[in-house]
């Protein structure tokens, strides 16, 4: 709704515009209007060729003439416009995928390449460093068992010598006893 101005002292009248619709044309084509004889069977049966050949070009001459006016009402509804943008269009996409194809994925592609071969190398070295981790842990074990069995054998021969030091001990005073049970 519009309001007008108006140099009154009255209320401002509201007008109400109805907005008009576009009638859509419809396409019309027009035939030319050929009259054409009618015939029974037994007149087209009896007709010579050159009346066929005379009747056939009057068709063709008036699909011919009917053929430029269908083609400027469909130009006028045309959806695309095939004229010279439509190369040029291509040629941007064109060029513009080439562009980024080097500046852009060029770069990228060889990034993720390196990025990739980086991880597969560190992968490698943890998989290499994991057989090393297990070798060095047999030879951590094999080195202990070595010194568990070195320590217990250090025991035993400790445990021997304090033995035969008691039973020696022991011995020498069985002998005091035995000599002073004599002196007695």
């Known amino acids: 709704m519009v309001n007008v101005i108006m140099s009154s002292s009255k209320h401002l ?6 907005p008009t619709i576009p009638k859509l044309q419809i396409l019309q084509i027009s035939l030319p209007k050929i009259s ?9 049966l009896s007709l010579r060729s050159s009346t066929l050949k005379s009747l056939s070009l009057l068709a063709a001459s008036s699909l011919t003439l009917v053929l430029p006016s269908l083609a400027v009402e469909i130009e006028k509804a045309a959806l695309f416009d ?15 995928t080439v562009a980024l194809g080097k500046i852009y994925y060029t770069p990228l592609g060889n990034f993720m390449d390196e990025r990739d071969a980086a991880i597969r190398e560190k992968l490698g070295s943890v998989k290499d460093t994991s057989s090393e981790v ?9 080195v202990l068992k070595a010194a568990r069995a070195e320590i217990s054998a250090a025991l035993n021969k400790m445990k021997k010598e304090t033995q035969a030091e008691v039973e020696e001990k022991l011995a020498e005073g069985r002998k ?7 002196e007695a």
Request: net charge neutral; aromatic share 6%.
């Open 82 to 96: 095939f004229n010279l943008t439509l190369p040029i269009i291509m040629a941007q996409f064109l060029l513009l």
């Open 176 to 182: 005091k006893v035995e000599a002073e049970l004599q």
């Open 36 to 44: 054409t004889p009618k015939f029974s069977k037994s007149q087209i």
């Open 13 to 18: 009248i509201p007008l109400c515009i109805i």
């Open 134 to 142: 297990k070798q060095l842990e047999e030879q951590a074990a094999a």
